[in-house]
């Protein structure tokens, strides 16, 4: 991934000093073993041209132990994308234009503006060519966005869906970079660290003069900050509304887990569970100590997660008539032969903790290749949110991927079963509202044969 930045103008050679890079050096640096690189393709009198490339080691990326990432991180495409990640590397080399503090002869070069050209790319973003447009062209660029080859001095292959930005305006050095480190990050299908109130600051930093009066502003604050706890640093909800939340969460934990084992007991087959995306184990733990249950296999892609899960398991693995769950390091990405042809697979808050594209595959794996008898779904009913009171838009957990209504989710579920062997039924988990239903939605997916 790469940024390259043009100057033209007779002042065009004043860009190397507010990088602070000498054009007759290569710059070379590792951070944590993600590698930076940055060259000059041009250096003229009335013509500069900088381009940084930023290389993530993807192994040090997915072995992360912030638990940034799981499992998935090996088989998607963020290093190789512009990304909240390339911003992140790249601070370190753009930190003197960022911040402003080239040497005290450049100091008043700070905010002159020039004749600028940002070109980033590739970008793999879920955002249409529209949407890109209204974030740039109230700042005062032309936007270009094209695909595949362009003329960035690198050919991917002739044809590509990644997109490639180019921003031609008049601004100054600083307040480009800091709307690209502002608006990068927002392009971005996930943000990849915790949002914290230094966060905040950085983007309330990098925004000054610009982000408050952006008609798009709302839009971008929702999309930088989407992954941060519903009580947001952004638009606080009062400390009582709060707990009443942390209450009923809990409340419909619970709720959640006896409705499925009441579901489980309905079965006649019920020897073999999947607890399929098991977390901390709290699910399997009530799973073990279901009568005629023979086998729970608890299958979870983090591994610290596990680690959680065990030591649940351990606490009551002496109890009587306790079936110790079998921990399994795997992912819904991955075909897992131990999970064919079992009684029962759950997916308990799962599906919206993964990006919607993807799972029609992970469907097609259940239903088609493991065969279980019986398919159970549960997820957040987003119309209810407005029991809750969010805003519009939230979410309930900082790391859900989407939301459906349930008609949103019943569509999704008849289009699974068909052309399958299976017939689906739905049924809510919570308190009913009149007007918003359950907090949590659940379909039941049981094999025709049976």
Known sequence: MQLTIRATGQDAKVISYLLAKNPNNLYERSVNGHFIRMFYSQFAEEEVEVTFFVTPDPIGLSSNQSEIYDITSYINDREFVVSSIFCTFLRTALGTALNGKPKEDYISWVNHSFPLEFSFGPLASNLSNLEIEELFQPLGYEVAITYGEVNYRVNIKKKSTARYITLKGLTTLQKGLRQLFVLIPVLDNYKHYYIDEKEIKKIERYGEGWLDTHPQRQFILKQALRFKEVYSLVERQSEEKQNTEVEQKVRLNDLRYEKIIQKVNEFKNRDTIVDLGSGEGKLSVKLGFVDGVKEILAVEPSESESIKALKRFEKVQEKENFVMPKQIIGSLFYYDERLKNKDIII???????????RLPKIMRTILHDYRPKVLLITTPNKEYNEV????????????????????EFSDWCETQSEASEYNVTFDGIGEEHELYGYPTQMCIFTRKEL
């Open 388 to 407: 809750y009171q969010l805003g519009d838009g939230a979410h309930r957990h900082s790391d859900h991927r989407f939301e459906w209504t349930r008609e």
């Open 347 to 357: 997916l308990c808050e799962v599906i919206e903790h993964i990006d919607a594209y």
